[in-house]
């Protein structure tokens, strides 16, 4: 079912690669109901919705579209609902800004039903592919270092070396020696076995324990936030919320564009610059942001942690498929979750690892042709610096054109790149982001 062979892998590294996806993910879990908490939705509401648009998503990528990529609730696009949308001084609550989320979700579905999603993965020039398989590796290692204060905020610099002798940065930086000794001893799962050594580790040295027990069943204390479709557009028609689904649609299209681009990038999956099954692999984000609205959580994305499953060798969707029955069995190990996923330290060092190999992308980038080399450079700079996939392709997007045109390459651009450089622009000049 899964074409193993044909992918040039087996059983054991898929089911392997997808724990070890499931590990570097799993956080979302137990931060996303934080976040929202923030916008007043109930952490046990979260907790199980994040689950199900989580299963649903990556089940789809899985069945339909045989892709090692991973779908959950995507950071940054929580904090826009919570922080932006309720918390905007908008007078809205959150019941009706699930509904901005569930229609964004649906417009989202027949958006990839129709062929413009694929083709704009074909649209983007080969040297902006790269810059964004580049910059999302600097990213993903850049929150690794992040959240285990290796690297912290900085008064003047913004961003600064942290205490190397604190518990979080140690334990993260011993991890990391490990998992790279185990790689580069060509040891078969090292990244998830480096994960379980830095586990035991954490472990014996109390910085991670199980006061809360393993076990407890999950709730969905509001049932359906998200009922059906007609009183949801009513909502977004009566509030006005025209900008925040806009904006929804917008960055989601290109956070998971970006990111599967990446990940099919990293694990040789893209023939001649295209992206086989694009369109099934691009539903399960849409069909997961929709559903995962009517129980409350906000839009879902491909996940760039799916690049640390990649690295272990998934390939296909078995990978996937284990890390949504995973997510399955995580919503009744919620304390035991909770618990490791709360130690940044012990996934980080797989981030970091994987971010490093994925920015391999840069040597593929025509650097002597600044046209070509500027845009894709700014998509590999502003990822890390903005904390947002979408904001560096929005970037490069504008940039590319624009290179073009004064060159007198007009011609060379795809005339769907200019339609989506006037949309970034208008939605980084005068939208919130």
Known sequence: MFKLKENQTNTKTELLAGITTFFTMVYIVVVNPVILADAGVPFEQVFTA???????????????????????????????????????????????AFAAVFIAGIIFVILSLTPLREKLIDAIPDNLKHGIT???????????????????AHPTNLVG?????????????IGLAVTLILMVLRINGALFLGMI?????????????????FVSLPTLPEGLIVGDPITALSDVIGHSLYAVVFSFILVTIFDTTGTMI???????LMKNGKFPRARQALLSDSVATSIGAMFGTSPTTAFIESTSGVATGGRTGLTSLTVAVLFILSA?????????????????PALII????????????????????????????????????????????????LLKIAKGKWREVHPLLYVFAVLFFYQLAFLPH
């Open 332 to 348: 009744f190990f919620g304390p035991l979750v909770s618990a490791v996923s709360g130690i940044s330290a012990i996934t980080a």
């Open 134 to 152: 580049a910059g999302i590796g600097l990213f993903i290692a850049f929150i690794g270092l992040r959240l285990t204060h290796i690297i912290i």
């Open 354 to 401: 994987v971010g490093s190999m994925m920015m391999g992308s840069i040597a593929k980038i025509k650097w002597n042709e600044l046209d070509e080399a500027f845009p894709a450079f700014l998509v590999i700079l502003a990822m890390p610096l903005t904390s947002s996939i979408a904001t560096g392709i929005a970037l490069g997007f504008i940039s590319y054109p």
């Open 161 to 173: 070396l942290g205490d190397l002798r604190s518990p979080s940065a140690l334990l993260a930086i």
């Open 262 to 268: 990446g990940v099919a990038n990293q694990a040789g």
């Open 50 to 96: 994040t689950i199900i648009s989580a299963v649903v998503g990556t089940l789809w990528m899985a069945l339909f579209a045989n892709y090692p990529i991973a779908i959950a609730p995507g950071m940054g696009l929580n904090a826009y609902f919570a922080y932006s949308v309720v918390g905007g001084g908008h007078n809205i609550n959150y019941e009706t």
């Open 197 to 213: 050594i830095t586990g035991f580790i954490a472990f014996f040295t109390n910085q991670l324990s199980f006061d809360q027990g």
